[in-house]
């Protein structure tokens, strides 16, 4: 996770959801120290991702940019995924994450549209999906990839329509996972799904058309990242 560990949305899901107080800075060293991390580690996959920060003018793109780089001078052949906040819909800060050449861009819509005004009131059910579209008309051969939780209230049928309109926006990966509130505070549990559902849920999204899919309890966004990636390219 780059960016920090402080986010300045409040998304009622989230861990860390209250700690913004408007007086937040850059590590200027994060991003070499990340790619430094990656040699270490002698990593061929790796997944970043960050809080949002909407009191940055990018919203930090340029730091996921910087870091990208970084990472691919020196650590040839890896392969970088990135999960990216929505910038605020704006166009040039897409731009310039995209063109620092990541191989894999996630987005998470994370829930049905009917539950956004009370889990993620920061953001937009349209605007997720626009932010994926945009990265497939403006880099095609990037793969795209998304994610939602279940049992937060929505419906199967809510469900697959979301599952329709993610494919419709162009991803290509899905994942989807059992929300677990980190605390009594935060947006609750409506329903835990059961194995035989994420199984059901499963053969839907391939019907619908995606080719690489994980659905299942503790599955989480970047889970099995490399084994989706690989599933998607022989798919």
Known sequence: MILGDTCTRSCSFCRVNKKFTGKLGLEKEEPFKVAQKVKDLKLRYVVITSVTRDDLDDGGSGVF??????????????IIEILIPDFRSKLSSL???????PNVVGHNLETVKRLYPRVRPQAGYKASLGLLALIKKAKPKIITKSSIMLGMGESRQELVQAMKDLHAAGCDILTLGQYLAPSREHYPVK???????????????RLIGFR????????????????????????
């Open 65 to 78: 940019a910087e870091t990208i780089g970084l990472i691919r001078n020196l650590n040839h052949g890896v």
């Open 95 to 101: 731009n310039t994450v995209l063109d620092s050449g």
């Open 191 to 205: 329903k835990y799904v059961t194995p035989q559902e994420f199984e059901s849920l499963k053969e839907e999204a």
């Open 212 to 235: 690489s899919i994980l659905s299942g309890p503790l599955v989480r966004s970047s889970y099995q990242a490399q084994k989706l990636y690989d599933q998607f390219i022989c798919a």
